[in-house]
């Protein structure tokens, strides 16, 4: 079968590879109809998360049509449509049970404290070969598949794999509220569906910051106001728009590839000091890179989205980040957080947990999370869809890739 494979930073490739097998009586196999590119992968391939094990397949978010069951798997048939959460957890230890699928005890072989398993990631997540592919094995398959209710595409059921519960866990730990006014950094995919997912929650106002016009222009569309910060200083501009307050809620949706303002006051706020100390921080978490001219080139701020958020929140407000940082990135601006009486929660979304729900309320006409995907690619070009989703080509906004028919 085809799949995107991981040989090296800055080298990926689309090969043929053996097919899954099923390998514990609880393994579902799974014909991916469609898979799509995620920032995460990006942080993979430019070197800015570490640990990947060459020859594993990428990917971590699915839908598709079951193709065979486990003995043990129960509440599925072959032929089922399903989506698959990113995270995989085990469904019966009590982290699952309590809705801590990302911090299961079971799923990851390399223990319980080894961090969140996936698929397509580091070594010490699994590794578990990932959804770029046209079949995938999914383990635990009774609890890591949902069905995909009668009237969702494809389309809106994959956005439920990754983004969009993670968007809404960023809402989440965010701790938004009835008429809270939000601001969301980085108008990725998930940024935008964090803003989506905010105003569910009850946000009054929703601000978000970025600095691509495309993506700001998508944002717009669904009545976030937006800021560009290679225009603007997005500190000043939220505290402006806030009558000095600051935002109640910021939700950081960028990571680790965090990038510099290219100009304007953002830019000239930004002394030869902090200048140093990203240098400092991206030859801590990247020490191998592998940049080919504008391609998998690392963000040059890693902390920038970090120090911005606890800058533009309003004192004892709260901070929710999504944005992935590898275990070794060491740096946030703690003192000020303290402070200022902060509340600042981080991490893995439990997709599990959000999928049945956010799946109900696109089939009842009530979120339409589609918006955010800008290209539809076919498997023989799906390198060329990395590449120009990693140079952030306008429209590059979410890649979906059609992997088998
Ligand atoms: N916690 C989770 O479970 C989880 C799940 C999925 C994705 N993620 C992470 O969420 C992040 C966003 O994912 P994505 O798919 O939307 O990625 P993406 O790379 O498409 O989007 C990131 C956006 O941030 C913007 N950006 C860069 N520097 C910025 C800055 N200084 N301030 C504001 N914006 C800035 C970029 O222009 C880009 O639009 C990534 O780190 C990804 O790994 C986390
Ligand atoms: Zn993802
Ligand atoms: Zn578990």
């Not at 009586?25 to 469609?34: E, F, N």
């Not at 995938?136 to 890591?144: E, K, V």
């Not at 680790?256 to 921080?281: I, L, Q, S, Y």
């Not at 089939?363 to 952030?392: K, L, N």
Request: with cysteine.
């Amino acid at each position: 079968m085809k799949a995107v494979v991981w040989h090296g930073v800055g080298d990926i490739r689309l090969e043929d590879v053996t097919e899954p097998k099923i390998e514990h009586p609880s393994d579902a196999i799974v014909r991916i109809t469609g898979s799509a590119i995620c920032g995460t992968d990006l942080h993979f391939v430019r070197g800015t998360v570490p640990g990947m094990r060459p020859g594993t397949i990428l990917g971590h978010e699915g839908v598709g049509v079951i193709e065979e069951l486990g003995p043990q798997v129960r509440n599925f048939a072959v032929g089922d449509r399903v989506v698959i959460p990113s995270t995989i957890g085990c469904g019966r230890c009590v982290y699952c049970r309590a809705g801590y699928y990302a911090q299961c005890d079971v799923a990851n072989p390399n223990g319980r404290d080894a961090g969140t398993a996936f698929y397509g990631g580091p070594a010490e997540t699994g590794p578990f070969d990932g959804l770029q592919a046209e079949y995938a094995r999914i383990p635990y398959a009774h609890t890591n598949l949902v069905p995909i209710p009668p009237g969702v595409t494809d389309e809106q059921a994959l956005t439920v794999s990754d983004i969009f519960p993670t968007g809404w866990f960023g809402a989440r730990l965010a701790q938004v509220g009835e008429g809270d006014v939000v601001c969301v950094l980085g108008a990725g995919p998930v940024g935008q569906l964090a803003a989506l997912s905010a105003r569910i929650q009850g946000a009054g106002r929703v601000l978000i910051v970025d600095g691509h016009a495309d993506r700001l222009e998508t944002a717009r569309l669904q009545n976030a106001e937006t800021i560009d910060f290679n225009t603007e200083d997005p500190v000043e501009v939220v505290k402006e728009l806030t009558g000095g307050i600051g935002a109640d809620r910021v939700i950081e949706a960028v990571g680790v590839d965090a990038e510099r303002p290219a100009g304007g006051p953002a830019a000239e706020h930004m002394d030869e000091r902090a200048a140093a100390e990203f240098e400092h921080e991206l030859a801590e978490v990247a020490p191998e890179t592998n940049v080919q001219g504008r391609q998998w080139k690392p963000g040059d701020a890693p902390s920038l989205a970090l120090r911005w958020a606890v800058e533009m929140v309003a004192k004892a407000g709260t901070i929710g980040i999504v944005g992935v940082y590898p275990p070794n990135h060491m740096h946030f601006p703690l003192g000020m957080a303290m402070q200022r009486n902060l509340t600042v929660q981080a991490g893995n979304c439990n997709h599990r947990r959000y999928m049945p729900g956010l799946l109900s309320r696109i089939a009842a006409g009530g979120a339409d999370p589609t918006t955010v995907i800008s290209q539809q690619e076919q498997v023989p070009s799906v390198i060329e869809a990395y590449q120009a989703f990693d140079r952030r080509e306008p429209g590059w906004t979410k890649v979906v890739l059609e992997m088998s028919g």
